[in-house]
């Protein structure tokens, strides 16, 4: 099975701009993780989806959103670009809550 | 509040050398998993075991083994006679209500 696809890996915006990322999940995985890792808060949730609900959220500002499709393709988006918002953004999906989570390779964001 | 410490942030060997990650977890429900992951130079984060709560049996996969204790409330990773392809940021996890709260990561280095 192919694993956890985001694109696009590499991204460099401008502080007040918005950006999209995409998350394709291994086939047959209905939840969608999405995660933030920077060097001084480390690995933080974003929000999880399962058939195109959202069932968790973390402790992010409204700027942070994302959605899923029927396809459990998962798209996240950060309005208002802030420079702390700087981060790999990691996807990750999972057949079960509770089973292992899969990693995709990231999406390195960085805003100037 | 759940919470996970991971309280080496570096730890070098030389090769061949055995070496312990600790991880130490703080949760109030009675079911719950915990995980770990390795994140090599590349930032994909990789799977590596996943143990349930009710579970206190030894994990033994080839050079790694994990050792839950429930009464401490640890989950550590034990890597035997380590090698050079060992070094990577390691980080251990508890999954709760379907999101990962994670440590803040050991980076081992391994010399030859």
């Known amino acids: 099975k192919a694993g956890v696809t985001q694109t696009p890996r590499y991204l460099i915006k401008t502080r007040g701009q918005q950006v999209t990322l995409s998350c394709s999940p291994i086939s047959g995985h209905r939840s969608v993780s999405w995660y933030q890792q920077t060097p001084g808060q480390g690995l933080q949730f974003l929000f999880e989806?399962?058939?195109?609900?959202?069932?968790n959220k973390g402790n992010f500002p409204g700027r942070f959103s994302g959605r899923q499709f029927s396809n459990s393709r998962s798209e996240m988006n950060v309005s208002t670009l802030e420079l702390g918002d700087s981060a790999l953004y990691l996807c990750?999906?999972?057949?079960?809550?509770?089973?292992?989570?899969?990693f995709g390779p990231g999406t390195r964001l960085t805003v100037t | 509040a759940q919470k996970v410490t991971q309280a080496q942030t570096e730890i070098s060997v030389v090769e061949k050398e055995d070496v312990t990650l600790d991880c130490v977890y703080e949760t109030r429900d009675t079911t719950y998993y915990l995980f770990w992951y390795k994140q090599p130079p590349s930032g994909e984060l990789v799977f590596l075991i996943r143990?349930?709560?009710?579970?206190?049996q030894n994990e033994i996969s080839g050079r790694y083994s994990w050792n839950f204790q429930k009464s401490t409330s640890s989950f550590n990773f034990t890597i035997t006679a380590s090698q050079v392809v060992d070094s990577a940021v390691y980080f251990c996890a508890l999954n709760q209500g379907g999101k990962l709260i994670f440590g803040q990561g050991t980076e081992l280095s391994v010399k030859p």
């Open positions: 989806y399962f058939s195109e609900t959202q069932r």
């Open positions: 990750a999906s999972s057949l079960l809550e509770g089973r292992e989570q899969y």
């Open positions: 143990r349930n709560s009710f579970d206190e």
